[in-house]
């Protein structure tokens, strides 16, 4: 795959790309003149934190208390890499109960504790992340669509955080989320990047069209074991390149 081209695919309709303002002005170091991109942009869950699964899980139950019996594969292929709050109308169609900041709050607690309990890394992204950002410096970032706390949470607990520093953004604090390009762009403005030179490493439709409508270039992970998002539609979504096993992006991402 190392002599792949890389195209990006096409910008979702309705979504444009805005520059975030009021943006530090100090840029990052320079980088090796032989590195593909000029900064990596990472998704969090599916990506860094084999988190949804048990995220799934919780919120499955929550709807099944509410009168909605969901299986595990249709959940995930309905909610992963969205924001719940997001989904609100589609929740309230099924069980006749408009969710809130209240049912969020307890939504969360159940989540994170059930996370707390047993969240690992996905496999290969220690090693990814290490490598790349022994390559990138400060040019690294996680941007995810889930809220900070979470997001922070997760990258505590799976020995990940180090490499990102204060490089962290939440979609929850973007005018919108993914599939909204928002987050993505933030990210890149922050780190004094064209998101056109950055690259995504993302693992959900939603996600891949975040990207992707970012400008930037998409690499979607796709475990094997994955059944609710199939490689096609992620390439379909813009993703440049699909891999099995995150090991395979380390020479895409660091090059020579």
């Not at 941007?143 to 939440?170: C, N, P, W, Y």
Request: charged residues 25%; proline residues 7%.
């Amino acid at each position: 795959m190392g002599g792949q081209a890389l195209t990006r695919g096409p910008e979702p309709v309705g979504e444009s790309r805005r520059v975030p303002t009021d943006l530090p002005t100090d840029l990052p170091t320079a980088l090796p003149d032989d590195l593909p991109h000029e900064a990596v942009l990472f998704d969090c869950d599916g990506v860094l934190a084999d988190s949804e699964a048990t995220t799934n899980e919780v919120l499955r139950g929550m709807l099944a208390e509410m009168g909605w019996a969901l299986d595990a594969r249709e959940s995930l292929h309905r909610f992963v890499g969205r924001a719940v709050m997001d989904q609100a109308d589609v929740i309230e169609e099924h069980t006749g109960v408009r969710i809130d900041a209240a049912w969020l709050t307890g939504f969360r607690a159940r989540r994170d504790a059930a996370l707390r309990a047993g969240l690992r890394p996905v496999a290969g992204a220690p090693e990814l992340v290490a490598a790349v950002a022994a390559r990138y410096g400060d040019r690294v970032a996680c941007a995810s669509g889930a809220d900070r706390a979470k997001t922070e949470m997760q990258l505590d607990i799976t020995g990940l955080r180090r490499h990102f520093g204060d490089r962290v953004f939440s979609g929850q604090e973007t005018p919108r989320t993914k599939p909204a390009p928002d987050v993505y762009l933030l990210a890149a403005a922050t780190l004094g990047v064209d998101p056109a030179r950055a690259a995504v490493v993302e693992d959900s439709v939603a996600g891949v069209t975040a990207g992707a409508a970012a400008g930037a270039v998409v690499y979607a992970y796709c475990a094997p074991d994955q059944e609710h998002t199939a490689p096609a539609a992620l390439r379909v979504a813009g993703a440049a390149v699909v891999v099995s096993d995150l090991a395979e992006l380390v020479p895409l991402l660091t090059g020579p």
